[in-house]
């Protein structure tokens, strides 16, 4: 699992000013920039490679007016029209720091307020009123094999509608977003992500959302970022939530598992057990404030993260063991069944 790599991750919301961007040219050395008349006929693409790129303009075409960019208090995202009634799917990190909200689509730019949000799983609706969006087409993302053609669309660093492409590299389980939240299952691709690329749009070649763009690795041995590595939300999960939300606000079911304590780090000691739930999981299991978890279902909890982590690949209704330090300094491993976590905004 990703947790055990030495890899950072840093959700991609983006500042509200635009990086220096510096145009590259060539100045030449005074030879001709004329191709040989008998070396034009080695030049010349090979008819797959043109089909190719006529693919990703067409998937630019279709898709781009989607893809729009949002605006919070704290800087710049990406997002995407939902439906034909101006809902906008996004990360939860673009819009958590409040509004004012504003979205802009092609050359308009609309007021947007906030639907609902679920931070376990860094998903937010925000909604623009009386424009016409375009929808996006969400994929089947279950269908997804390594190796698929993958093209992310979005604002990075708020340079506006921009695209870069890659592939499928993997698909990850409990990726920690490195602040207590934990995705269960995310896409690794090599199409280059950036800040402000979050909420925007990885899609296929047909054109179709196939996840949310979500993190970016950084490297902490070099201390920069690690190129080709990113992740998104597959777009399975982002359509189930984002319908929760427009429905009812927040998300009724979110199918993750449940512990029933608030947390906190010990500097690597395990995780402390601040209050448990009365009635939840934990505290019929046993746990009691003070006690801190050193392992669940085998594997070791020295951080908030890594136990965001573990469980996020647990289902609803598994029994599994936790390992824990009571405050008497006494060890003891219980029997505990995981609920659902409750949906919440």
């Known amino acids: 699992m990703l947790r055990r790599h ?16 510096v145009a590259a040219v060539s100045l030449g050395g005074g030879s001709s920039s004329t191709t040989p008349k008998t070396n034009q006929a080695h030049l010349r693409p090979a008819a797959a490679a043109l089909a190719f790129q006529d693919a990703i303009t ?15 208090s704290q800087g710049l995202g990406s997002g995407v029209v939902f439906d034909s ?39 937010a609706v925000v909604r ?29 660093l708020g340079l ?12 990850r389980q409990g990726v ?30 047909e054109g179709r959302v196939i996840g949310i763009p979500t993190l970016a690795a950084t490297d902490p041995a070099l201390g920069g970022s690690a190129p080709g ?3 998104a939300i597959p777009s399975n999960l982002v359509k189930n939530l984002a319908a929760q939300i427009i429905r009812n606000g927040h998300v009724v079911n979110s199918h993750r598992a449940y512990l029933g304590v608030k947390i906190g780090d010990t500097n690597g000691l395990g995780v402390l057990v601040q209050s448990v739930t009365s009635g939840g999981p934990a505290a019929k299991a046993g746990l009691e404030s003070g006690d801190v978890i050193k392992s669940l279902n085998g594997h070791a909890t020295p951080t908030v993260d890594d136990l965001t982590s573990v469980a996020s690949e647990l289902r609803p209704g598994t029994k599994v063991s936790v390992a824990i330090v009571t ?17 919440s905004s």
């Open 58 to 72: 067409a998937v630019v075409r279709k898709l781009s007016p989607s893809v729009v960019q949002i605006q919070s």
């Open 229 to 231: 590595i990113g992740f």
């Open 128 to 156: 623009v009123s009386g424009a016409q969006l375009t929808p996006a087409a969400f994929a089947d993302s279950s269908a997804l094999q390594v190796g698929d053609i993958a093209i992310a669309i979005g604002n990075p």
């Open 327 to 343: 405050q008497q300094g006494k060890h003891e491993t219980l029997q505990l069944t995981l609920g659902t976590f409750p949906g």
């Open 160 to 171: 506006r509608s921009s695209v870069t492409d890659g592939i499928v590299s993997a698909f």
């Open 176 to 205: 920690s977003e490195g602040n207590g939240v934990a995705l269960p299952l995310v896409i690794q691709t090599s199409a280059p992500i950036n800040p402000g690329n979050s909420g925007g749009a990885l899609a296929d070649l």
């Open 85 to 123: 009634n101006g809902d906008v799917v996004t990360n939860n990190h673009v819009v958590a720091e409040g509004g004012p909200f504003s979205v802009t689509a092609g050359a308009h730019t609309y007021g947007a307020t906030l639907v609902g949000r679920f931070a376990p799983d860094d998903i």
């Open 6 to 21: 030495a890899w950072w991750l840093a959700p991609l919301a983006g500042a509200a000013v635009a990086g220096g961007v």
